[in-house]
T-cell receptor
């Protein structure tokens, strides 16, 4: 069965430092992958998504992610973190049945930003 | 543009009570979803509606029922609440249920069952 693993439950970085959040997926075919962000007390917002093509995907708020099939990974990166990036981040993969696709979410990674 | 709205924002129930969580979207989307979020478990799909008039079970449907009232509205009902249903509930919508479309989420309902 398809699954997503986010190995890091909690990450703390200093403001201005670079960030990488890890995501590993299990899926037989070419996966459709997403990163969502959840600010405190809010719903989820899409950061970026990958379906095919260029393996480096650009998203909103200066985030990017790289799809690496050989490593079954889709890690999220940002060169310089801002205090407003403190949030919970979710990686997700689409599982399909017939014409219907559903999202399978990872456990989430909470990002804390130190001033 | 309101997007996806959910009511109520907070609710406390006693074991055995019933309640309905309401969700509405104004983006003319065909597909709608209900998730629950528990610490350390990410979001898990409870039920979804690929299109008006259809509903299907997701990963954790036990103890819940849903109604797709019309294209805009998708409600989640707990007939007899249990402490295990204490969670944050999110409604989402997307243009289609192919999985390729972005899902847009509401702000959530925090439910506590005593």
């Amino acid at each position: 069965a398809q699954s997503v693993t986010q190995p890091d439950i909690h990450i703390t970085v200093s403001e201005g430092a670079s960030l990488e959040l890890r995501c590993n997926y299990s899926y037989g075919a070419t996966p459709y992958l997403f990163w969502y962000v959840q600010s405190p007390g809010q719903g989820l917002q899409l950061l970026l998504k990958y379906f095919s093509g260029d393996t480096l995907v650009q998203g909103i708020k200066g985030f990017e992610a790289e799809f690496k099939r050989s490593q079954s990974s889709f890690n999220l990166r940002k060169p310089s973190v801002h205090w407003s990036d403190a949030a919970e981040y979710f990686c997700a993969v689409v599982t399909t049945s017939g014409n219907t696709g559903k999202l399978i979410f990872g456990q989430g990674t909470t990002l804390q930003v130190k001033p | 543009n309101a997007g996806v709205t959910q009511t109520p924002k907070f609710q406390v129930l006693k074991t055995g009570q019933s309640m309905t969580l309401q969700c509405a979207q104004d983006m003319n989307h065909n597909s709608m979803y209900w998730y629950r979020q528990d610490p350390g478990m990410g979001l898990r799909l409870i039920y979804y509606s690929a299109s008006e008039g259809t509903t299907d079970k997701g990963e954790v449907p036990n103890g819940y029922n849903v109604s797709r009232l019309n294209k805009r509205e998708f409600s989640l009902r707990l007939e007899s609440a249990a402490p295990s249903q204490t969670s944050v509930y999110f409604c989402a919508s997307s243009p289609q249920a192919t999985g390729h479309d972005t899902q847009y989420f509401g702000p959530g309902t925090r439910l506590t069952v005593l």
